[in-house]
C-alpha cells in the first residue's frame, strides 16, 4: 500500500516537472526592446528582404537579449537592415551532367544601420558566404529561408557582442 502511494507521489510530481516548465523562457528584465524600421533589398534577389524580415523577427523573439516591438517609439533602438549584396556561385558541378550543380555559395552582404533618438548608434557592413546543398534540387524560397535564418542570427549575435562592449 506504502509502495502504491510513494509510486504515485513520484509519477505525480514527475507530471508536474514535465508539463509545469513547458514554454516558460527567462527574459532578462533590463533586455533592450528593438524596432525593426525597415528591411530594404538592393539587390536583383527579388524576395529576400521580406525572408530576412520575417527571420529577424522570429530571433529577436526567440532569444532573450533583445525584445521586439511593435512601434518605434517604444524602442530603445531602431533597426535598418538594408541587403547590398547577393551572389551566387557554383561550386560544385556534378559528374553526371556538367549543367548540374550540387552545391552552390550565397556571397550575401547587408548594411546595418542602429539608432537611437534619431541618433545612429551603429553603422556597419556584415559579409558573409553561406554554403547550400543543391542534391535535391534548387528549391528557391527554402534556400532564400534557411539563408535568411542564418543571416538574422547573424546580425542579432552581432548586436549582442556590440551590445556587451557598450557600443549600443
Known amino acids: 500500500m506504502a509502495k502504491l502511494r510513494l509510486e504515485k507521489s513520484i509519477l505525480l510530481i514527475s507530471l508536474i516537472i514535465i ?3 513547458c514554454g516558460y523562457q527567462f527574459i532578462k528584465e533590463d533586455g ?3 524596432f525593426i524600421h525597415t528591411v530594404s ?6 524576395k529576400i528582404d521580406l525572408y530576412l524580415a520575417d527571420e529577424l523577427k522570429k530571433t529577436l523573439i ?6 521586439l516591438v511593435n512601434n518605434e517609439g517604444a524602442a530603445d533602438y531602431v533597426l ?4 547590398k549584396r547577393w551572389e551566387r556561385m557554383p561550386l560544385f558541378f556534378s559528374k553526371a551532367g556538367e549543367d548540374e ?7 550575401v552582404e547587408t548594411e546595418l544601420s542602429v539608432s537611437c533618438d534619431g541618433k545612429q548608434l551603429l553603422h556597419d557592413i556584415i559579409s ?8 535535391s534540387g ?9 539563408i535568411s535564418q542564418k543571416l538574422s542570427g547573424r546580425i542579432y549575435f552581432y548586436l549582442l557582442e556590440k551590445n556587451e562592449k557598450k557600443r549600443l
Do not use: H, M, W
Open 41 to 46: 533589398n538592393s539587390t536583383l534577389q527579388p
Open 62 to 67: 526567440e532569444y532573450p537579449e533583445f525584445s
Open 128 to 135: 558573409d558566404t553561406f554554403s547550400v546543398s543543391l542534391v
Open 80 to 83: 535598418c537592415v538594408d541587403i
Open 32 to 34: 533592450k526592446k528593438v
Open 138 to 146: 534548387y528549391k528557391e524560397e527554402e534556400i532564400l529561408q534557411r
Open 101 to 107: 550543380i550540387t552545391i552552390a555559395k550565397f556571397k
Open 19 to 21: 508539463f509545469g516548465s
